[in-house]
């Protein structure tokens, strides 16, 4: 698994809360992404880093924001969480053009 | 856009059979990959190819770049092989990978 490790792996929060996911990795692989996967959709891109605060949006970033203070960390926020978020959030790094590591997932249901 | 399809959608197989599964994309890429998720559960990386053809114990990966097109096919399949298979594509500049809609495999005992 490439040492890559989500939390946490399972919350429930309610509407209008904010909620953060973190990612860390021990590889020091330089790319790390943050996917949704969602029944009828498969892994979407919400947001990815290509380095220490270099971050650039997916294709369904609105309603997300990340950051990455070190090379180790992705931290994912749902600034004010919606039930449209209810979803199950993967992690994954990668070296440039190399195969991708996914953490476990962490599924987040909004009530 | 790069469209990744793969097929069939779901397969049911009986243990032993010899099982392929199918990926094809519509812009040019410099690596397709392999994913293994099984339910409840976690994306393995079974196999990175940008040409030819890899192999893994019953597992064996082949592309066609000339044609946008890889295979992934399992011998003597197993139920502990049951999972959803994805394809994935990727670029050299590195920023994402496309996904496919992924094939739900289930082998029977």
């Known amino acids: 698994d490439a040492g890559i490790t989500q939390s946490p792996r399972h919350k429930v929060t309610e509407t209008g809360t904010p909620v953060t996911l973190r990612c860390h990795q021990t590889?020091?692989?330089?790319?790390m992404y943050w996917y949704r996967q969602d029944p009828g959709h498969g892994l979407r891109l919400i947001h990815y880093s290509y380095g220490v605060k270099d971050t650039d949006k997916g294709e369904v970033s609105d309603g997300y924001s990340v950051s990455r203070s070190k090379t180790e960390d992705f931290l994912l926020t749902l600034e004010s969480a919606t039930s449209s978020q209810t979803s199950v959030y993967f992690c994954?790094?990668?070296?440039?053009?190399?195969?991708?590591?996914f953490g476990q997932g962490t599924r987040l249901t909004v009530v | 856009k790069n469209e990744v399809e793969q097929s069939p959608q779901n397969l049911t197989a009986q243990e032993g059979e010899f099982i392929t599964i199918n990926c094809s994309y519509s812009v040019g890429i410099s690596a397709l990959h392999w994913l293994q998720q099984h339910p409840g559960g976690g994306i393995v990386s079974l196999f990175m190819l940008s040409s030819g053809k890899k192999k893994h114990g019953r597992l064996i990966a082949t592309i066609n770049i000339q044609e946008k097109h890889s295979s992934l096919h399992i011998t003597a399949s197993h139920p502990r092989d049951s999972a959803v298979y994805i394809c994935a594509v990727s670029w050299n500049y590195g920023q994402n990978f496309v996904f496919g809609p992924g094939t739900r495999l289930s082998v029977l005992p």
């Open positions: 590889e020091n692989h330089r790319y």
């Open positions: 994954a790094t990668a070296l440039l053009n190399t195969e991708a590591f």
